[in-house]
């Protein structure tokens, strides 16, 4: 039982889904699992643990940013045996041509947190997603009719900057979205041995200005959704 999730041994499937809201969490386990179990509440950070067509596939949310989503990884690899990770989360796009509700496949985080150079003793590190995992993903969406972004994004630390334009940096060296945990995710994944996946819907767009509503991202990003149960069951 660990310090933040406090679940019994067990309780956790060896597949989970990452939303950030905890409230899409709720949403994901109520609409696309069966019998879906509620194993944690602690801090109104809810996890659950269901069945998808005959799976078993749990749904923990993180919270926001790679200090929220470390905890909650680090524990859901060491104490509770998980061995594959596919974050759901939301992103703003970078490039004119993304549009609001495209699905974005994260093959590599870069970041401007200073995890990694605290880790790494200011050395670089590339963060990267498992190979197959990208792989059924990218299929499982095109065998739907969804085309999906592949690419490179930016976890960022600072949802309000400093520099409203510094997105166009990464933008410039080509990242199509920006959000806040992909980068701690693959590289914990990396640390374990263990398998990773991001997968964005764009909520908003920093080239337009357009953005989705609270509840249009808790509820209706169902896509991104399917892509990962189906992939998370392959």
């Known amino acids: 039982m660990s310090t933040h999730i406090a679940a019994k041994n067990g309780a956790i499937a060896e597949t989970i889904l990452l939303p950030g809201d905890p409230l899409r969490a709720k949403f994901i386990a109520e609409n696309f699992l069966d019998n879906p179990v509620q194993y944690t509440a602690v801090r109104n950070i809810f996890g659950y643990t269901g069945l998808y067509k005959g799976k078993r596939v749990s749904v ?3 919270g926001m940013g790679i ?14 045996g998980v061995q594959r990770a596919i974050r759901v989360g939301t992103a703003g796009a970078l490039q004119p041509e993304i549009k609001l509700r495209d699905l974005v496949i994260a093959l590599s985080a ?10 790494f003793g200011g050395r670089n590190y590339a963060p990267t997603a498992a190979f197959s995992l990208i792989r ?6 095109v065998s739907r009719g969804w085309q999906p972004w592949v690419g490179s994004v930016v976890s960022s630390d600072m949802f309000y900057t400093e520099d409203p ?4 940096l990464w933008a410039g060296f080509g990242c199509l979205a920006v959000e806040m945990e992909a980068a701690e995710l693959y590289t914990l994944a990396a640390k374990y041995r263990r398998e990773a996946l991001t997968l964005l819907t764009i909520s908003d767009s920093l080239v337009t200005g357009e953005s989705s509503s609270a509840e249009e991202r808790q509820n209706t990003f169902t896509r991104m959704m399917e892509t990962a149960l189906e992939t998370a069951i392959s």
């Open 165 to 168: 334009g510094e997105w166009k």
């Open 110 to 119: 870069s970041t401007d947190s200073g995890a990694n150079n605290i880790r």
């Open 136 to 141: 059924t993903a990218y299929d499982t969406a």
């Open 60 to 62: 923990q949310g993180t």
């Open 67 to 80: 200090p929220s989503i470390s905890i909650y990884v680090n524990e859901l690899f060491r104490d509770y």
